[in-house]
T-cell receptor, first 117, second 113 residues
Framework: AQTVTQSQPEMSVQEAETVTLSCTYD???????LFWYKQPPSRQMILVIR??????QNATENRFSVNFQKAAKSFSLKISDSQLGDTAMYFC??????????????FGKGTKLSVIP | DTGVSQNPRHKITKRGQNVTFRCDPI?????LYWYRQTLGQGPEFLTY????????KSRLLSDRFSAERPKGSFSTLEIQRTEQGDSAMYLC???????????FGQGTRLTVV
């Protein structure tokens, strides 16, 4: 079974600064998909960014970018110009084909990010 | 609203009672996931449907839990003989065919007293 590890339970960052959240995963597959989700205190999970493993180029969405290191099985999220609204739990997630038409989506335990004014 | 909808948002029940939650996915999505999330933890996979077929079921899902998606549209998750350890947020997500992004509902918070 695949595992997703987020080694930073909590982090904080000053408003307007940059912060990087870490994620590592374990798989023997070559084709898979990685995601970062954000869960604000209202608790609805929102997609932040998505990366296909077959793409070498790192995904970017406005202030959010990833550093995808396939050989190292590492997928970190960088948030630039942090805003108060970025305060949330951030979950790294891994999607791979598990056979018979099924896809398995596995989450890490999350990193609680606090943006300090 | 065309997002994933879950009902009820909150449920308080006495230990030993049965509860049922409903999830309405995004209309064109044929894949549907159920997850359980306890405070401060990541979502734990419970079960997965493609259309009406339940393709995967976690070992976390004891025989007190059952899920259905009768016509490949909405899904229900039933917990029988609830226990205090069942208290959690139950999340539903849906996606379209292939390795697509899953979109989540707001969840149903269950409290067993």
């Amino acid at each position: 079974a695949q595992t997703v590890t987020q080694s930073q339970p909590e982090m904080s960052v000053q408003e307007a600064e940059t912060v990087t959240l870490s994620c590592t995963y374990d798989t023997s597959e070559n084709n898979y998909y990685l995601f970062w989700y954000k869960q604000p205190p209202s608790r609805q999970m929102i997609l932040v960014i998505r990366q296909e493993a077959y793409k070498q180029q790192n995904a970017t969405e406005n202030r959010f970018s990833v550093n995808f290191q396939k050989a190292a099985k590492s997928f970190s999220l960088k948030i630039s110009d942090s805003q108060l609204g970025d305060t949330a739990m951030y979950f790294c997630a891994f999607l791979e084909y598990s056979g018979a038409g099924s896809y398995q989506l596995t989450f890490g335990k999350g990193t609680k990010l606090s943006v300090i004014p | 609203d065309t997002g994933v909808s879950q009902n009820p948002r909150h449920k308080i029940t006495k230990r030993g009672q049965n509860v049922t939650f409903r999830c309405d996915p995004i209309s064109e999505h044929n894949r549907l996931y159920w997850y359980r999330q306890t405070l401060g933890q990541g979502p734990e996979f419970l079960t997965y449907f493609q259309n009406e077929a339940q393709l995967e079921k976690s070992r976390l899902l004891s025989d007190r839990f059952s899920a259905e998606r009768p016509k490949g549209s909405f899904s229900t998750l039933e917990i029988q003989r609830t226990e205090q350890g069942d208290s959690a947020m139950y999340l539903c997500a849906s996606s379209s065919t292939g390795p697509r992004t899953a979109f989540f509902g707001q969840g149903t918070r269950l409290t067993v007293v």
